[in-house]
């Protein structure tokens, strides 16, 4: 179990990071150790957007250029992979064509119209979330960060449970798609809204609700858009699970800045 949970951890953060992290195995086994890992992938990636931004708005930057600091973490320790993820999802979500075609779309290199619009209007969002939390003062900025890395994260935790297939038999939806039984991401689910409640409850009485409500709005946001692309496509790809991790982020973000001082 102990090497299992070694190999699940390279595996999350060999997948879902371009950290220095080298994949040793490449089954479904592993798949569903990493997919149960990836919260704390997402906390690593979160540590540091926090930490970038935190930094520049101490020494003086300002929370809009905080802000975007943060934002370009998560794009740079991911290649934009996440991002082109969501993009290639618009495309064929917004292509109204039939499954087969959209996944193809999907498959193409550049990006169509709806792709790009969504990525202005998703990193506009992100921007604008965490300026208004740096804003309140950077304890609150770098800590939506790290909720946001986390709670992106578990979705892809929610997203891999068993009973949401695959839509192509190849690929990196297809290695991690229904690997996660359904009570095992569950609790990943509780524990992690949990720990990001208790962490919330640090800064100041209602921390604790707006945090947690944060993550399960986040979760509720990537559902959505999890079961109309199964709907849509027969199942799940790499794209979707893109997707559904910047949904969850943003809509992260976007929960904490409602309710603030």
Known sequence: ??????????????????????????????????????????LVVGLLAGALGSLSLLAGSGPLLAAVASVAVPAALTRGLHLDGLADTADGLGSGKPAEDALRIMKQSDIGPFGVITLLLVLLAQVAALFELYGEG???????????????????TLASRQGVPAARPEGLGA???????GGRALLAAVVTVALCAAAGALLGPYGALRHALAVLGALAAAE?????????????????????????ATAALVALTFGGV
Request: charged content about 15%; overall charge positive; aromatic content about 6%.
């Open 175 to 181: 290695v991690v798609a229904s690997t996660v039984p």
């Open 1 to 42: 179990m102990t090497s299992l949970n070694s190999h699940g951890i390279r595996f999350a953060f060999g997948t879902l990071t371009v950290l220095p992290v080298r994949v040793t195995r490449w089954d479904r086994e592993t798949a569903r150790s990493g997919m149960l890992h990836a919260p704390l992938a997402g």
């Open 224 to 248: 959505l858009l999890l079961r109309h692309c199964v709907r849509r496509f027969g199942g799940v790809t790499g794209d979707v699970f893109g997707g559904a991790e910047e949904t969850a």
């Open 138 to 156: 950077w304890a609150h900025g770098a800590l939506g960060a790290v909720v946001a890395g986390v709670a992106a994260r578990l979705a892809l």
